[in-house]
């Protein structure tokens, strides 16, 4: 075949394959991605000998080992206290006053309220549930039919990796040693286009099937509910005002960045009186669970991509691909197409862990800048979390409100139009990645 005639010395065989289908395997039988993931891992570096079984217990204590990762579970609570604290409830107030006066102002309210929660949380699926549970009542109330009410949040839930500071950022950082302040710095403009993108897809819709009017009121008017929502809220934008300026002006690392967030928030939840002592094992156990699937995911994922770099399989790739065609901007679509559809089948943390190694040296072979890389990859992975039928984030909304997931799939589809051509000019523009940056990176 082209690829093992291109590159004589990556013979791919059944310790390669084997895994792989037992990993296929195991996922379509339910079973926990992380459990999979360590299954295939043990098994290919078993059958392969890349590495000493011996040492699987140290490689993955190694792996977890990392300062940067701190900053995951710490994000995931800040998350989980914004909501305990009805401080979410302030985001959707605000959103709601900026956007009141336009037709269809608050499905724009439910996507900016979305893009507010990922600048804190860092996560999709947790975006999805929280706005989820806030919104998509009033959206149908507002005549938005529930397919698309719950395709609106879906679709805005998705800026919950793109928006920095993201987990996914953190991880792809770990992964291939880039700093993940960097990135998060780098996504600031594509994460914010992605939601630009979906809050014209929502106007769009709006003018063709009508869904909501705007609401008659005088610029006076608009401006006085303003200046009087941001005056009763103006504190639950302390929390991303201190993570925002911490990062990006080079104050505070993610993980203290991390840190400061949590803190800020209890205390606020205190003061205001929406936070109880009682109200912490919960508080701390939910939290846990959520970081206790992303953990052993990175820990099992790692020596599996160790292994798959020992066996050759990058090279591999990347020699697969340039004997399909050398043109960059084919093999860019070829990246492009894999992420989304990894996406659709398989949360990002897996995603990011065995794909980045395996697609940075085609990406590198045709020149493209590694921060640029980053941005496209996880940008295409959270297009995946809407792509019908098996969109992560579809699932979240449809187990929210019970609605068929093919309905909501159907209505999906406009946003993910629309979000591809940000993917699309992310990958063919570098500017679009490393605009903020400083000249080393560019």
């Known amino acids: 075949m082209m690829w093992q005639q291109q590159l004589n010395t990556v013979v791919l065989g059944a310790d390669f394959y ?37 040492l699987v217990g140290e490689s993955l204590f190694d792996g977890i080992d990392a300062f940067a990762l701190t900053a995951i579970p710490l994000f995931i609570l800040t998350g989980d206290v914004l909501v305990r604290t009805g401080l979410s409830r302030k985001f959707l107030d605000v959103a709601e006053a900026l956007t009141c006066w336009t037709k269809g102002g608050f499905g724009s309210a439910t996507v900016l309220v979305c893009g507010m929660f990922a600048a804190i949380s860092g996560s ?20 938005y039919p529930r397919p698309y009410a719950c395709a609106l949040v879906a679709a805005g839930a998705c800026t919950g990796i793109l928006i920095p500071p993201s987990i996914a950022y953190i991880v792809i950082g770990l992964v291939l040693g880039i700093s993940a302040s960097t990135l998060f710095m780098a996504a600031l403009i594509p994460g914010l286009a992605i939601l630009v993108s979906i809050l014209v897809t929502n ?15 005088t610029f006076s008017e608009w401006l006085g509910r303003l200046f009087a929502t941001l005056k009763s809220g103006w504190y639950a934008f302390l929390v991303p005002g201190i993570i925002f300026y911490g990062i990006f002006f080079g104050r505070l690392t993610p993980t203290e960045a991390g840190a400061t967030a949590v803190i800020v928030t209890i205390v606020m939840g205190f003061l205001l009186g929406t936070l109880k002592l009682s109200d912490f094992p919960s508080m701390l156990i939910s939290s846990a669970k959520v970081n206790g699937v992303i953990l052993p995911i990175i820990a099992f994922s790692l020596p599996l991509a ?5 066996m050759g399989v990058p090279q591999g790739f990347v020699a697969m691909a340039t004997g399909v065609s050398d043109d960059p901007v084919i093999l860019i679509m070829m990246m492009i197409l894999i992420l989304i559809a990894a996406g659709c089948v398989m949360e990002t943390t897996p995603n990011i862990v065995i ?38 984030n579809l699932f979240v909304v449809s187990g929210l409100t019970g609605e068929s997931i093919l309905r909501i799939a159907v209505r999906a589809v406009p946003f993910v139009f629309f979000m591809l051509i940000v993917v699309l000019l992310i990958a063919y523009v570098p500017a679009i990645s490393t605009t903020l940056l400083p000249d080393i990176y560019k």
């Open 18 to 54: 084997l895994p792989v289908i037992a990993f296929v395997l195991l996922c379509a039988l339910a079973v926990p991605v992380w459990a999979a993931i360590g299954t295939s891992a043990i098994l290919m570096l078993w059958m392969s000998g890349a590495l000493p079984l011996s």
């Open 124 to 143: 999709d699926a947790a975006g999805a549930a929280a706005v989820g549970r806030m919104t998509i009542d009033r959206l149908v109330e507002s005549g």
């Open 203 to 217: 106007l769009v819709m709006n003018r063709i099937y009508n869904f909501e009017g705007a609401q008659p009121m």
């Open 306 to 310: 160790q292994a798959l770099a020992i």
């Open 355 to 392: 794909l980045a190694p395996i697609l940075k040296p085609l990406a590198d072979n045709i020149g493209m800048n590694e921060i640029q890389f980053c941005i496209m990859m996880i940008t295409a992975l959270g297009v995946g979390f809407i792509t019908p039928p098996l969109g992560l």
